[in-house]
C-alpha cells in the first residue's frame, strides 16, 4: 500500500496563478483533510470532508477550494495564488471507526512557494 | 472557538535526561488527544495517543498523562536519545466533529549527546 500520497512534491507559482494539488489514499478511509503548516504556528486545518462528495471549512480556508469527487481522491485548488500562501501543504486521512482513534495518515507533503 | 496550546516552542535537554511537553484544550467536550511526531522534512506521524477516559497511557520511553478537570495534557518521553530530536505536536478532537483534529503550535525537542 502506497498510504497517502501528494502531487506535485514542489511548486512555485507566480501570483494570480492558479494550481490544484491532488491528494491519493488507498486505505479506503472516509475522512480526508487538507492542512497547511507555517513556521511557529502548527498544522492548521484548511477543508475537510467525512465523505465522497462531501466537504466543509476549517479554519483556514479563505482563498481555497476544495472536490472530493471519488472516495480516494481529495484535490486542494488555489483560484488565485498569493505569497501570503507560501506554505507546506499536508493531507491526511482517516477512517470513521465507531469508538476508534480516527488516527490521521499523512501525506509526504507539497512545499509550495507564490512569488 | 477551538483551541490548543502548546508548550514550550523549543526544548533542548541533554542525552539521557526527561522532557516534558505540555498542551491545554478549549473544548471540554474533546475525547481524543494524539500526539505526533515529525522530523526534519518528513510528514507527522502518531507516536502516542489517549482517549478522555482514562488518565494516564505508556508505551516504552514515552506516555502521556491528561486532567480532563483541567483540560491539560501532556507527553513524557524519558532517557532522551538523539533520534528523538524533532518537532513534536499535539492535538485534540473535538466531540462535534468526528474525525477532526486542531493542532497545537509544536515543540521543537533538540537532543544533545
Known amino acids: 500500500n502506497a498510504g497517502v500520497t501528494q502531487t506535485p512534491k514542489f511548486r512555485v507559482l507566480k501570483t494570480g496563478q492558479s494550481m490544484t494539488l491532488l491528494c491519493a489514499q488507498d486505505?479506503?478511509?472516509?475522512?480526508m483533510y487538507w492542512y497547511r503548516q507555517d513556521p511557529g504556528m502548527g498544522l492548521r486545518l484548511i477543508h475537510y470532508?467525512?465523505?465522497?462528495?462531501?466537504?466543509a471549512k476549517g479554519e483556514v480556508p479563505d482563498g481555497y477550494n476544495v472536490s472530493r469527487l471519488k472516495k480516494q481522491n481529495f484535490l486542494l485548488g488555489l483560484e488565485s495564488a498569493a505569497p501570503s500562501q507560501t506554505s507546506v501543504y499536508f493531507c491526511?486521512?482517516?477512517?470513521?471507526?465507531?469508538?476508534?482513534?480516527?488516527?490521521?495518515?499523512f501525506g509526504p507533503g507539497t512545499r509550495l512557494t507564490v512569488l | 472557538g477551538e483551541n490548543v496550546e502548546q508548550h514550550p516552542s523549543t526544548l533542548s535537554v541533554q542525552e539521557g535526561d526527561s522532557a516534558v511537553i505540555k498542551c491545554t484544550y478549549s473544548?471540554?467536550?474533546?475525547?481524543?488527544f494524539p500526539w505526533y511526531k515529525q522530523e526534519l522534512g518528513k510528514r507527522p506521524q502518531l507516536i502516542i495517543d489517549i482517549r478522555s477516559n482514562v488518565g494516564e497511557k505508556k508505551d516504552q520511553r514515552i506516555a502521556v498523562t491528561l486532567n480532563k478537570t483541567a483540560k491539560h495534557f501532556s507527553l513524557h518521553i524519558t532517557e532522551t536519545q538523539p533520534e528523538d530530536s524533532a518537532v513534536y505536536f499535539c492535538a485534540a478532537r473535538p466531540a462535534q466533529v468526528p474525525g477532526k483534529l486542531i493542532f497545537g503550535q509544536g515543540t521543537e525537542l533538540s537532543v544533545k549527546p
Open positions: 491526511a486521512s482517516s477512517s470513521r471507526l465507531a469508538g476508534g482513534n480516527n488516527e490521521q495518515f
Open positions: 486505505m479506503n478511509h472516509e475522512y
Open positions: 473544548d471540554s467536550a474533546s475525547n481524543y
Open positions: 470532508s467525512v465523505g465522497e462528495g462531501t466537504t
